[in-house]
């Protein structure tokens, strides 16, 4: 497997309370994806990086934020979270090169109550 | 932005028959097309995948079909067993190297 680490694995939260979900890999891969999985909804994008800095947002970003001040983290903040962001969390990574495979970590579950 | 839809969402079979999913996206300018497995409580992983200038690839019992004029692609499952049975998911990569996903097809195989 790819060395992509999320921590926490699992998290139970307040509503209204801030959360920081984490993202390191050790394959140097300059992309890096934070996505959520809810039941009929597929896996959809919250915010990607390309690189030390550079963010941009996805599909569903509004209520979260991120930030990359190294290669190896990847950081989702939800300022304050909500009922409606209980999911479960995967972050990916790839590589320099436009069409390579991205491998997921294991996932977060994060319930928000 | 990409939009990935993909059908059907739920599938079943007979173990040894075929499996067929299919996957249409908008943007004109996605070059790479993966396909993930994801077995219940596990991450996805990916399973074949294939680029703008290649219409078909296999693998074993895994085959995947681009269409670009259509802009569809298609996975192609054959002589299924129970442990094919996941959710399966395509996903397309465009502009800015977003990777969009489709919402997932759960295929179940009878024994």
């Known amino acids: 497997d790819a060395g992509i680490t999320q921590s926490p694995r699992h998290k139970v939260t307040e509503t209204g309370t801030p959360v920081t979900l984490r993202c390191h890999q050790t394959?140097?891969?300059?992309?890096m994806y934070w996505y959520r999985q809810d039941p009929g909804h597929g896996l959809r994008l919250i915010h990607y990086?390309?690189?030390?800095?550079?963010?941009d947002k996805g599909e569903v970003s509004d209520g979260y934020s991120v930030s990359r001040s190294k290669t190896e983290d990847f950081l989702l903040t939800l300022e304050s979270a909500t009922s409606s962001q209980t999911s479960v969390y995967f972050c990916a990574i790839s590589g320099g090169q436009a069409n390579t495979e991205a491998f997921f970590g294991q996932g977060t579950r994060l319930t928000v109550v | 932005g990409e939009n990935v839809e993909q059908h059907p969402s739920t599938l079943s079979v007979q173990e040894g028959d075929s499996a067929v999913i299919k996957c249409t996206y908008s943007d004109s300018a996605s070059n790479y097309f993966p396909w993930y497995k994801q077995e219940l409580g596990k991450r996805p992983q990916l399973i074949i995948d294939?680029?703008?200038?290649?219409g078909e690839k296999k693998d074993q019992r895994i085959a995947v079909t681009l269409n670009k004029t259509a802009k569809h692609f298609s996975l192609h499952i054959t002589e299924t067993q129970p442990e094919d049975s996941a959710v399966y998911f395509c996903?397309?990569?465009?502009?800015?190297?977003?990777?969009?996903f489709g919402g997932g097809t759960r295929l179940m195989v009878k024994p």
């Open positions: 294939i680029r703008s200038n290649v």
């Open positions: 990086s390309y690189g030390v800095k550079d963010t």
């Open positions: 996903a397309a990569r465009g502009a800015g190297n977003m990777l969009t």
């Open positions: 394959e140097n891969h300059r992309y």
